[in-house]
């Protein structure tokens, strides 16, 4: 039933309302036969910062990722956002072509009387935060089959599990741009439109050989030629692979029209710690640094801050010992990471503990607030220490 300007009148002063402060266009509001709440599941409302209502008003999508056992996670085109529901004590109306006062003030809009039909409601609505990319599963994935070059067991072998950009998109909650440079960090390639990690043994094995030609060819580490590399070992390995090493442990630059890299030192004697150190649980430090600076190219410098987030020292033993500690092998959670690594040591100095927290920082978040949320402090022989808040198992 429609109102009429009398009813409206007569319940303004009810309500003890003056109708000339009031806008002359009423709307009287009414549920319209097929009105269903949010809680149905027909639709659901989604709270979006102006620069994702941006990109989808250009035309960009977002995209809901996570498996049936994983939290729903929001993804951009270059960010990963958290879907929580927020409750909210007023109920919310959809009303399709319901004006604002702003718009029916721009109009020149009589004493008339708007009758609109509630479409539907909600009591909730869902609301993002900005989150790390779930990063861990992508590595996990790669992992299964790691190529070990073209002529292994393996690539004779069909049935090992490969991923295309497709399928990780699919099943990787993070954005596209997020899992695209992660594939960079893991120095993953594609092979014949699939992703893939080298085998370690086998990126060594290319490392050794570029390194040995630098070194046969007296060349500068900072001026390696590509095309005298992929000529000289073209013949050993893959040209592709050759130049995917390149570019794994150095810089590419062009000078004269020639394609040059220019090696990275730090990385290079990194991977060359991790190859010493996977086979041992714990080696004596005095005998590893000894062993290390001997293994490395002839003019590259070994440092122990090379190996942040790779290994770790134990300060206390007797003699010092090293071993492997890959902060990619830790829990992506926050509490589980931080219960990872007191359970493996149960007091941390901060320059121990920072590189295997650091990514657990979020776009405002530091080492320290991190270390005050999940441990408490102590003094132990004049150095700051943390331990955990919580007993460890």
């Not at 002839?298 to 942040?308: F, V």
Request: glycine share 6%; charged share 30%.
């Amino acid at each position: 039933m429609k109102r009429t300007r009398e009813e409206v009148d007569a319940t303004l002063q009810i309500a003890k309302l003056n109708a000339a402060e009031l806008l002359p266009a009423v709307h009287c509001l009414g549920f319209g036969p097929g009105a269903s709440g949010a809680g149905g599941g027909d639709f659901c409302l989604l709270e979006l910062e102006p620069a994702l209502c941006q990109q989808l008003e250009a035309g960009h999508s977002l995209v809901i990722r996570g498996d049936k056992d994983e939290q729903a996670v929001l993804c951009s085109q270059d960010k990963t956002y958290d879907l929580k529901i927020a409750d909210t004590s007023n109920m919310l109306l959809f009303i399709p072509g319901c004006k604002t006062p702003d718009q029916l003030k721009m109009e020149e809009t009589r004493c008339d009387i708007i009758h609109t039909e509630i479409f539907g409601f909600s009591n909730n609505y869902w609301e993002l935060r900005r989150c790390r990319p779930k990063l861990k599963k992508l590595k996990k994935l790669l992992m299964e089959n790691t190529y070990e070059g073209p002529d292994s067991q393996k690539e004779k072998d069909s049935n090992h599990s490969k991923y295309t950009t497709e399928d990780l998109l699919d099943q990787i909650q993070a954005s596209e741009e997020e899992i695209m440079a992660q594939l960079q960090v893991l120095n993953a390639c594609e092979i014949g439109g699939y992703w893939r990690i080298l085998e370690f043994d086998y990126e060594m094995k290319l490392l050794n050989h570029v390194t040995q030609l630098v070194d046969s060819e007296s060349w500068s580490f900072s001026r390696v030629p590509l095309s005298t590399c992929l000529q000289e070992l073209g013949p050993l390995e893959p040209e592709e692979m050759i130049e995917h090493c390149l570019k794994c442990y150095g810089k590419k630059y062009v000078e004269e029209g020639e394609v040059y890299f220019e090696l990275n030192a730090d990385k290079i004697c990194r991977a060359t710690a991790q190859m010493l150190l996977q086979n041992a649980v714990k080696f004596n430090l005095a005998e590893f640094q000894e062993v290390w600076q001997q293994s490395v190219p002839e003019g590259m410098i070994t440092r122990l801050d090379q190996l942040k987030g790779l290994a770790l020292v134990d300060r206390h033993s007797r003699p010092e010992i090293i071993f492997l500690l890959k902060v990619d092998d830790l829990p992506e959670d926050n509490q589980d990471r931080f219960n990872s690594l007191f359970s493996l040591r149960e007091k941390w100095t901060e320059e121990d503990i920072a590189p295997y927290i650091q990514d657990l920082c979020g776009e405002k978040q530091t080492i320290g607030a991190l270390l005050t949320k999940y441990s408490r402090s102590s003094m132990q022989n004049g150095v700051k220490v943390y331990n955990s808040r919580r007993p460890i198992s």
